[in-house]
């Protein structure tokens, strides 16, 4: 909004410095002063609100050290990231921008499910909240949708191995290269790092590459599934999920800033991808929402994101990741997502195959997910949490380095 009224005083009067909005880095420092501010100035209002409506957490009595002093503490703390994300963006963004588009109706699609799951368990005290398969309902649909739209819209293209002419002083001299419709995308640590879904249709005979769609929407639905629940699964603890999805969306802006400007894709060898660089504006916003939640958040939290919070970051995680083309970095950008999800699906597969073969059911680890194992070894939360903050910056750095190691 305040980028269209700057743009407008600009033509008309020549209004000094409403140039400068019109860079993407600027418009992205506003955004993240603006979240910060938004998220910890109104975060304690939010939080007060939601003890007056008595919306506690209920929990369940797992064995774990401190787990019951915990009864009580807000949860549906998401609304907080939710805010204050979307009003800087709405006052920074360009709004026609797919992209955008795309990241807002994602969510607040997310937001939506996840804040019905809260609402189930907190006012009709059913502890199972939302049915499984409802929400996994939701997350195909979007998958769906944000697969579709990736794929069929005309705004979404690349730039065709383009012939940049680069000069001396970093200026773009010529562009040759014509923006098409592609389903590119990079995959890490090789020298010719560019995959098209379409090879992996293309046994099927001349022309059936058009039908990429049919393998690349279902690869779309299991990313954004899978990132949803596993940033739901890593919520167990004081600032984990808010700390590790910092971290992650931090990383995915800097690939956001480097494949949305021709001359920084051209020097590290990596797809341009036009208009991209709008996310930016999102991504500042959304680093600065989970950092001022964190303030409340961090232990002892004051406030749970709930899974208002939680499916919301995981979706919104993967729909960027998609959008830059980086989406088979996620099992390292992502690495304590994965190892979150991986550790349940291991003990529930064990536990089952070890109950039906020597009648009684055996574990891998102490309890699940992966950070509750090392809460029943005696570990202080703070310490996991701040032991799993450090992977995840080794992770990002791992994943930066991809854009050299090839």
């Keep these: 909004m305040l980028t269209y009224l700057f743009e407008y005083l600009e033509k008309q009067y020549q209004f000094p410095g409403a140039s400068l909005f019109q860079f993407s880095t600027f418009r992205a420092a506003m ?3 603006f979240s910060l501010m938004i998220a910890t100035a109104f975060g304690k209002r939010i939080i007060l609100f939601l003890q007056r409506q008595q919306v ?3 929990i369940r009595d797992l064995g774990l050290e401190g787990q019951k002093q915990k009864a009580g503490t807000p949860t549906m703390g998401g609304i907080i990231i939710i805010m204050a994300t979307l009003i800087p963006v709405l006052l920074f963004a360009r ?3 797919i992209y955008i588009i795309l990241l807002v109706f994602t969510m607040l699609w997310m937001g939506a499910i996840g804040f019905l799951d809260d609402y189930i368990k907190v006012f009709k005290k059913n502890k199972e909240g939302l049915q499984g398969r409802f929400k996994v309902l939701g997350q195909v649909t979007l998958g769906l949708i944000v697969g579709a739209v990736l794929y069929f819209h005309p705004a979404v293209t690349m730039r065709d191995h383009d012939k940049t002419i680069i000069t001396s002083e970093y200026t773009v001299e010529q562009v040759k290269g014509a923006e098409i419709k592609s389903t590119m995308t990079t995959v890490p640590f090789f020298k010719n790092n560019e995959f098209d879904y379409g090879y992996l249709i293309e046994w099927a005979g001349e022309g059936a590459t058009q039908y990429a769609w049919l393998l690349f929407i279902p690869i779309i639905i299991l990313i954004v599934t899978a990132v949803s629940n596993g940033a739901n699964l890593t919520d167990g603890i004081d600032g984990l999920a808010a700390g590790t999805s ?3 969306v931090f990383t995915l802006g800097i690939f956001a800033l480097v494949s949305g400007n021709i001359i920084f894709s051209d020097y590290l060898d990596i797809m341009y991808i036009p208009r991209v660089g709008e996310l930016l504006i999102f991504i ?9 939640f964190l303030w409340y958040n961090a232990f002892p939290a004051q406030v749970f994101m709930g899974d208002t919070g939680s499916l919301t970051i995981g979706g919104v995680i993967a729909v960027i990741a998609i959008i830059v083309r980086k989406e088979l970095l996620i099992p390292v950008l992502c690495g304590i997502f994965f190892a979150e999800s ?3 699906m291991l003990q529930v597969g064990y536990f089952k195959y070890t109950r ?3 009648g009684e059911g055996r574990r891998i680890f102490l309890m699940s997910p992966l950070h509750h194992h090392y809460q029943k070894k005696g570990y202080h939360e703070s310490k996991i949490v701040t ?3 450090i992977v995840g910056i080794l992770l990002a750095i791992i994943t930066i380095v991809t854009l050299k190691i090839r």
């Design 95 to 97: 709004l026609e921008n």
């Design 284 to 292: 500042t916003a959304f680093v600065g929402a989970l950092i001022g």
């Design 56 to 58: 506690g957490e209920t």
């Design 31 to 33: 955004a993240i002063l």
């Design 342 to 344: 991986l550790s349940v």
């Design 387 to 389: 032991r799993f903050w």
């Design 246 to 248: 910092a971290i992650i």
């Design 356 to 358: 039906k073969k020597y």
